[in-house]
């Protein structure tokens, strides 16, 4: 079965500094990847995705992630950190293959912005 | 915004109370999803409809009752529920198409109480 972990509970870093979440995935073949990021009080929202091709996909808020088959991994990076950046992360991978919209999340990394 | 929305955004609930959770979509999407997100847990995902047909159920206890009258509006009608049932409960939908079904887009949720 395919399984998704968060090694990182809880992550502070401060504004302006650099950001790696963690994510690794487990599957055979190559899994379709997702980073979604919740603010509080909110819903999730897509970061970015990944099918196929090209390993470093680029997301939405500057966000950046690498596809990593020989690591199983699908770490989110951000070279500077703004203070809105403060949310929970995601990383999930998509059930295959049936494409069914069945997504499988990891428990979650919470990001802490130092001023 | 993110073109889905929910009613209620709070909920308390008796365990004999029935109730029911509203999800409504503008996006024109096909599929449409309920999750459960407990503290320290991963999401869950409970439900799975395309284009109003019920694809999905996660072994879902049976005091949750979804209901998909058209491909924009979705509910799921609560009775009998446990104090464990306590969570926030998202609704997602996304277009039905094949991989893109993994690009869902996220309402802010129901944050619901069991006493």
Known sequence: AQSVTQPDIHITVSEGASLELRCNYSYGATPYLFWYVQSPGQGLQLLLKYFSGDTLVQGIKGFEAEFKRSQSSFNLRKPSVHWSDAAEYFCAVGERPSNTGKLIFGQGTTLQVKP | ?115
């Open chain 2, 1 to 115: 915004e993110t073109g889905v929305t929910q009613t209620p955004r709070h909920l308390v609930m008796g365990m004999t109370n029935k109730k029911s959770l509203k999800c409504e979509q503008h996006l024109g999407h096909n599929a449409m999803y309920w999750y459960k997100q407990s503290a320290k847990k991963p999401l869950e995902l409970m439900f799975v409809y395309n284009f109003k047909e019920q694809t999905e159920n996660n072994s879902v206890p049976s005091r949750f009752s979804p209901e998909c009258p058209n491909s924009s509006h979705l509910f799921l009608h609560l009775h009998t529920l446990q104090p464990e049932d306590s969570a926030l409960y998202l609704c997602a939908s996304s277009p039905n198409l094949g991989r893109r079904s993994y690009e869902q887009y996220f309402g802010p949720g129901t944050r619901l109480t069991v006493t």
